[in-house]
């Protein structure tokens, strides 16, 4: 079964299944595995994910990232990874991620844009928007993906700056899937403690 193929409770499943199999010493999953042989190195990282901060090393084959394995070092995660961090790969290269920005035509289809050109349409708009109804009538969504000090910053730039509060950090959505596979897992609706207590 590929990533695309499960459902947003089998993956919740899937994902506690792995983190309990793991806490018990269970082997991953073949499927999951990447072989030495499949990259020409190993770059040591750490996941974006859940913010737990599990260690990974990405395989890199050429030019393309190809692999994702745990770091048995790290003391965070000592190797292993739930399904979201093995797979994550995958998306580098995946047909449907977008690449370049698309600006959306006056028949309603999309048109390929330089980076400068579609950030200065953004501005524009949201410009045009905030002197047309008030400093209120623009907003930003925050990404998980964001450093502390990239999100202090634009904090900062949009509060101060533009004079909105309209901001909102993608914890309260990111989180709605979280909160049902600790729930279902661990009955918390949050990480109960550290995965050391798994063991006690």
């Not at 506690?16 to 040591?44: C, E, H, Y």
């Not at 003391?75 to 990874?81: A, S």
């Not at 410009?127 to 964001?146: E, M």
């Amino acid at each position: 079964m590929g990533c695309s193929e499960l459902t947003r409770r089998d993956f919740i499943k899937y994902s506690a299944a792995a983190a309990a199999a793991a806490s018990i010493g269970l082997t991953v999953p073949k499927w999951a595995m990447a072989r030495d042989g499949d990259v020409d190195r190993w770059v040591k990282g750490v996941c974006r994910f859940c913010g737990t901060g599990c260690g990974v090393y990405v395989g890199v084959k050429g030019d393309k990232v190809v692999a994702t394995k745990g770091n048995p070092d790290a003391k965070t995660n000592f190797g292993f990874l739930c399904v979201k961090g093995m797979m994550a790969y995958k998306i580098m290269e995946h047909p449907d991620r977008l690449k370049k920005p698309l600006v959306r035509q006056a028949d309603g289809n999309f048109k390929e844009a330089g980076w400068d050109e579609a950030l200065d349409l953004v501005a524009g708009k949201f410009k045009d928007l905030r002197t047309k109804y008030g400093k209120d009538a623009v907003a930003y969504y925050g990404s998980g993906q964001a450093m502390t000090e990239e999100t202090y910053t634009f904090n900062k730039f949009w509060k101060g700056g533009l004079g909105s509060n309209m901001v909102e950090g993608n914890p309260r959505l990111c989180m709605a899937s979280a909160v049902g596979g600790y729930m279902s897992t661990y009955g918390s609706d949050e990480p109960a403690g550290s995965y050391a207590d798994i063991e006690a």
